[in-house]
């Protein structure tokens, strides 16, 4: 008898603005697909790997000027590879389905096209980073108007990067809804208003064609 090789797991990101509700919602579409007899890891970036984590620190804390755009989206790229080595690529390869808080598509939106680095450089020196290791399915959470949500939960304590001015989160949002248009096999557009059960609900169908 010769044995199974395990089938590979599929690889989702959560993304949108500050505040949509990803973390809510990964853990929520986490157990709605243990429910349906899947192994679910959840991870999150920037961090989901030891390095990676400490890497968030430097990144997440301390002065606006801390870093400058560059040094900022290589430094997201440097967690993001460890991340991708030490936590993702594991887990896919036991069969587990990753749920990832955030992954390459922020730094596209936020490095890239709100930081006026371009979009096509940062996903340059994110494919050295992780190589194939796009997720097979992003699902970006819209609010129409992101920021009360996150504004009730961060009060007057955003991080270094969420307490950026509004116009550099609509570029963010604008960024976010144009590589949806460029990449529409991999990227979809999900409402997130509503209640939890309904986002939850609308995410379960945006995964309809990889679901067993
Ligand atoms: N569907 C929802 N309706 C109302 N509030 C929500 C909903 N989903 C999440 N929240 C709340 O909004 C805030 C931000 O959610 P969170 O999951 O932390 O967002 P993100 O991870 O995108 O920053 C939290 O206080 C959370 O409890
Ligand atoms: C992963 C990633 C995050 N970020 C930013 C988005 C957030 O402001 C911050 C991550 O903090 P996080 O606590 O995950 O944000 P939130 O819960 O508000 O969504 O880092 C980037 O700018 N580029 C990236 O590649």
Same mark, same amino acid.
């Given at each position: 008898?010769?044995?199974?090789?395990?089938? &590979?797991?599929?690889?989702?990101? *959560?993304?949108?603005g500050e505040g949509?509700?990803?973390?809510? =919602?990964?853990?929520?579409?986490? =157990?709605?697909?243990?429910?349906?007899?899947?192994?679910?890891?959840?991870?999150?970036?920037?961090?989901?790997? $030891?390095?990676?984590?400490? /890497?968030? %620190?430097?990144?997440? =804390?301390?002065? $606006? %000027?801390?870093?400058?755009?560059?040094?900022?989206? @290589? *430094?997201?790229?440097?967690?993001?590879? #460890?991340?991708?080595?030490?936590?993702?690529?594991? !887990?896919? !390869?036991?069969?587990?389905?990753?749920?990832?808080?955030?992954?390459?598509?922020?730094? *596209?939106?936020? =490095?890239?096209?709100?930081?006026?680095?371009?979009?096509?450089?940062?996903?340059?020196?994110?494919?050295?980073?992780?190589?194939?290791?796009?997720?097979?399915?992003?699902?970006?959470? *819209?609010?129409?108007d992101g920021n009360e949500r996150a504004a009730?939960?961060?009060? %007057? &304590?955003?991080?270094?990067?969420?307490?950026?001015?509004a116009?550099?989160h609509? !570029?963010? #949002?604008?960024?976010?809804? $144009? /590589?949806?248009?460029?990449?529409? $096999?991999?990227?979809?557009?999900?409402?997130?208003?509503?209640?939890?059960?309904?986002?939850?609900?609308?995410?379960?169908?945006? @995964?309809?064609? @990889?679901?067993?």
């Amino acid at each position: 008898m010769t044995a199974q090789a395990t089938p &590979r797991g599929k690889f989702i990101s *959560l993304e949108g603005g500050e505040g949509v509700g990803k973390s809510t =919602q990964v853990r929520a579409l986490a =157990q709605a697909l243990r429910e349906r007899g899947l192994e679910v890891v959840e991870t999150r970036e920037p961090g989901g790997s $030891e390095g990676a984590e400490r /890497i968030r %620190d430097l990144l997440l =804390q301390g002065a $606006e %000027d801390r870093w400058n755009a560059r040094a900022e989206a @290589l *430094l997201f790229a440097a967690a993001r590879a #460890d991340h991708v080595v030490k936590t993702i690529e594991p !887990a896919l !390869a036991a069969g587990a389905w990753v749920l990832c808080d955030r992954f390459v598509d922020s730094s *596209l939106a936020y =490095q890239g096209g709100a930081g006026g680095l371009g979009v096509a450089e940062v996903r340059a020196i994110n494919a050295f980073a992780i190589g194939n290791g796009f997720p097979d399915r992003t699902l970006i959470l *819209l609010l129409p108007d992101g920021n009360e949500r996150a504004a009730a939960r961060d009060r %007057d &304590r955003p991080d270094r990067i969420g307490g950026r001015p509004a116009d550099y989160h609509q !570029a963010v #949002d604008r960024a976010f809804r $144009e /590589i949806a248009a460029a990449e529409p $096999e991999r990227v979809t557009l999900v409402d997130a208003t509503g209640t939890l059960e309904a986002v939850t609900a609308r995410l379960v169908a945006a @995964l309809a064609d @990889l679901l067993p």
